[in-house]
């Protein structure tokens, strides 16, 4: 079945520690983006690729970093620089610019 | 800066009710609304509104684009229990998604 993967669903990590939260999609999609979640604030855009080897900040994206080295692959790092990274972290693709998302089953990380 | 707003952020209502969730935008060069359905993980995308097709109905659910006023209802008829959820709306003029904060709806059995 194509989809969105997203590992681990869980993450735990002490002050101070970098994490990397991977997402894999098998949908041949070009663009792939990295949304934050808080409650009652809705999606926010971390980071958005619409091509291989090339991405853009979206909003928030002080304190974290991406890469896109394959088609399929977006891994999102969160940084010991991000302020307040316990979130839940949701990634998504889309066939082309404003298109239709599709979204990953999400990871959900706190900060001890 | 695009802006998307929602209202109610909350909702609950007895099953069986019809409700009518709000979401307004104000953005440049409109090109798309969309609206998900987000029950636990993944939100899971509804409808897409454009100035070619602004309305769409699904079901029990139907979605409204008010270009004039730059709004978007989206309606559920005789609510189940199952329509509880956080349901998004998005503004999709660019190469990205701007989300609401989104409505959360609860229905009581």
């Known amino acids: 079945d194509g989809g969105i993967t997203q590992s681990p669903k869980y993450l735990f990590r002490k002050e101070g520690q970098n994490v990397t939260l991977s997402c894999e999609q098998n949908l041949n999609h070009d663009a792939m983006y990295w949304y934050r979640q808080d409650p009652g604030q809705g999606l926010r855009l971390i980071y958005y690729?619409?091509?291989?080897?090339?991405?853009q900040k979206g909003d928030i994206a002080e304190g974290y970093s991406v890469s896109r080295e394959k088609k399929e692959s977006f891994p999102l790092t969160v940084t010991s620089a991000q302020k307040n990274p316990t979130a839940f972290y949701l990634c998504?693709?889309?066939?082309?610019?404003?298109?239709?998302?599709?979204f990953g089953a999400g990871s959900r990380l706190t900060v001890l | 800066e695009d802006k998307v707003v929602q209202s109610p952020l909350s909702l609950v209502v007895h099953e069986g009710d019809t409700v009518t969730l709000n979401c307004s935008y104000e953005v440049t060069n409109f090109r798309s609304l969309l609206w998900y359905k987000q029950e636990k993980k993944a939100p899971t995308f509804l409808f897409m509104l454009t100035s070619s097709g602004i309305e769409k109905k699904s079901g029990r659910l139907s979605s409204i684009l008010d270009k004039k006023e730059l709004s978007s209802i989206l309606n559920i008829t005789a609510t189940q229990t199952g329509d509880s959820a956080i349901y998004l709306c998005?503004?999709?003029?660019?190469?990205?998604?701007?989300f609401g904060t989104g409505t959360r709806l609860t229905i009581i059995p």
């Open positions: 998005a503004d999709g003029h660019q190469e990205k998604l701007t």
């Open positions: 998504a693709s889309s066939g082309g610019p404003g298109g239709i998302l599709t």
């Open positions: 690729s619409q091509i291989v080897n090339d991405f």
